[in-house]
């Protein structure tokens, strides 16, 4: 029997994170893509020496981590620089994340479950998942919680979720959606025990 391949994907306050944690607690193996590309540029990641070759060791700090202020910066003025950092991040965190599915499978994973917060944009992950789960929710709930969480201004908030696929979008994308709004964890653990039952967990 092969490993179900999931996608999860919500906007910032939506609460995918705690359904993660769930579904790892349900016996899904997480794969989580955003992890993984920032620990290609972190101090001592397996990009740094081809960005230093790329754009040059001042975008190194001096821990060996990439100087994303500097680099947001460089990128502002110069856009094609962003295809060139992603051309160098791309393939490292594609073969980590087959590297972390093999690892899975071989341990006789059921699901993977593959946390990607691009999932919408960026086209090519759909064909390589059976399932989309959206965990969902209204923008007032999200702007609510992250605040409470964060201490960020309702604005700045606004500003994240702007940035963000359409919550339309995401929805029109999902095969599955977890509703988390005026859920206590109980009731939220209840509707991703009934969702993973469908995974094979």
Known sequence: MTAARIGLTGGIGSGKSTVLDMLRDLGAVPVDADAIS????????AAIAAIAAKFGPGFITSAGALDRDRMREHAYAQPDSRRELEQIIHPL????IQRQVDVALAAGARCIVFDIPLLVESGRWRARLDRVLVVDCEPQTQVARVTARSGLAPEAVQAIIAAQAPRALRLAAADIVICNEGLTLAQLRNEVEQVAHSFGL
């Open 38 to 45: 920032r620990a290609t540029t972190a101090s001592g990641g």
């Open 93 to 96: 965190v594609g073969a980590e």
